[in-house]
């Protein structure tokens, strides 16, 4: 499984041409692919680049201008665990971009393989992400929140990136009759694929935070946030983005998939308690999964 590669050994382009069910058909795996990751284990990458406790590392943030990605930004320059933070944004950063660790591409998403030169760090956060409305459609959608996150994990692997953090959504499943849950699960199922040494999942709920564009559901369900059971109730991106920094820098070896209700626990009490380590029960996609690698 993978991306199609060209004759001169580079991923080929996932541009609009691509969106028909062979470009999904080579990035998705099959269901019998499926079955076996979940039950089986995937040999974490050999080769991925070593790093020691106390190093100081690089990383790449995509969708650094979202609610959670402008978080994780922020957060990331003010940690002194990372010493050069690359962004790649389809336009430019809102405030003062000029932050000595900080470097800022600006990339067309659909020509994502063009700038491979840039994921040669040691950890990739991924909080891209859109709506049916900005988007248009369910198959520009789609590109953006499966397509664009699964080329650029493959071209982290590429480039023997050791950590890949993705932000997900509550209630992510292939088999769901929700599109936006099915799309997010088939991403988890395909990401979870590649031979990563550490992946960490985040499954928030709806997102509470300040908003460029604000969106008229997350302002209700912010309002109403108290009466929303436990496991559903909205998040503030704030939350979401300082658990993921947190295991950034823990950096810890295996597959970890952290609920909603853990990423509010975890950043509340400012720890990582609630995080499953290797050989815990976890799942990938909604189905159960075996162990963590």
Known sequence: MGLKYSAE?????????????????????SPATVESRVRGDVTPCFHARPIGMGEHRSVLLIGATGLVGSECLRLLLQND???RVVVL??????????????????VDFDRLTSAASWFAVDQIICALGTTMKAAGSRARFRAVDLLYPLTAAHLGVEKRVSHFLLVSALGANPDSRFFYSR??????YAVAELPYRSLTIARPSLLVGKRERPRLGERVAGGLRALFPARYRPIHA???ARVL???AEADGVGRRIIESI????????GASHGVAPAG????????????LV
Do not use: C
């Open 238 to 240: 704030t939350d979401v």
């Open 245 to 247: 920094i947190q295991h």
């Open 89 to 106: 944004s389809r336009r430019p950063l809102i405030g003062d971009s000029s932050h000595p660790k900080l470097k800022t591409h600006l």
């Open 183 to 188: 799309m997010k699960g088939e991403l988890e």
């Open 262 to 269: 853990e990423l509010r626990a975890m950043a509340t009490n």
């Open 81 to 83: 665990t990372f010493s």
């Open 9 to 29: 050994g580079r991923p080929a382009e996932v541009g609009p041409a691509g969106w028909g069910a062979g470009v999904f058909a080579r990035l998705l795996p």
């Open 280 to 291: 815990s029960p976890a799942t990938i996609g909604g189905a159960p999964q075996s162990s």
